[in-house]
T-cell receptor, first 112, second 113 residues
Framework: DQQVKQNSPSLSVQEGRISILNCDYTNSMFDYFLWYKKYPAEGPTFLISISSIKDKNEDGRFTVFLNKSAKHLSLHIVPSQPGDSAVYFCAASAWGNTPLVFGKGTRLSVIA | ETGVTQTPRHLVMGMTNKKSLKCEQHLGHNAMYWYKQSAKKPLELMFVYNFKEQTENNSVPSRFSPECPNSSHLFLHLHTLQPEDSALYLC????????????FGPGTRLLVL
């Protein structure tokens, strides 16, 4: 059973608009969440993270929101740029430095 | 070279072949990982090495054999693979104290015929 779910395999957004990528998790022991971004022919690269003691973390155009009661997090990209087109993976880990658990990824296409 | 490198980038092998994937990290990390990414499936953790010692083996078949001779190098030895083992194999590294923030290599795309 998947512990980290990204239910949208793909998302298409116009340049300049907001991109919202969603992630749900089932394991209540998860306390640290990350987003990774992957371009074709490259490995995933770390983008932004959030600890369970916070509900929002912002880094430039990227903001991650965490709703612990709903076991849901989202990544907002504002404004979206064509260079943001990539696959975005949500990942989570539990207390104690346990291995990361990844979602299937969402392919974002930002159209100029 | 910087970051995490993987060779070869592409590999085609028959089911009776023996091959090895190589990963090298130039980041001074002390933990290394092998992941498998199959189409339409999440990244699956295969093996974890902390300070060259294997700490995680995620029920991986014995036809995959990892080797970590030092904290900078990681190998994945392959033998008698099956077509369903065709996937992208990603290596990653991190500090043991910060295993959430992993740095990935570009991956080896493997096709088993």
């Amino acid at each position: 059973d998947q512990q980290v779910k990204q239910n949208s395999p793909s998302l298409s957004v116009q340049e300049g608009r907001i991109s919202i990528l969603n992630c749900d998790y089932t394991n209540s022991m998860f306390d640290y969440f990350l987003w990774y971004k992957k371009y074709p022919a490259e490995g995933p690269t770390f983008l932004i993270s959030i600890s369970s003691i916070k509900d929002k973390n912002e880094d430039g155009r990227f903001t991650v929101f965490l709703n612990k009661s709903a076991k849901h997090l989202s990544l907002h990209i504002v404004p979206s740029q064509p260079g943001d087109s990539a696959v975005y993976f949500c990942a989570a880990s539990a207390w104690g430095n346990t291995p990361l658990v990844f979602g299937k990824g969402t392919r974002l296409s930002v159209i100029a | 070279e910087t970051g995490v490198t993987q060779t070869p980038r592409h590999l085609v092998m028959g089911m009776t072949n023996k091959k090895s994937l190589k990963c090298e990290q130039h980041l001074g990390h002390n933990a290394m990982y092998w992941y498998k990414q199959s189409a339409k499936k999440p990244l699956e953790l295969m093996f974890v090495y902390n300070f060259k010692e294997q700490t995680e083996n995620n029920s991986v078949p014995s036809r995959f054999s990892p080797e970590c001779p030092n904290s900078s190098h990681l190998f994945l030895h392959l033998h008698t693979l099956q077509p369903e083992d065709s996937a992208l194999y990603l290596c990653a590294s991190s500090q043991i104290a910060d295993q959430e923030t992993q740095y990935f290599g570009p991956g080896t795309r493997l096709l088993v015929l």
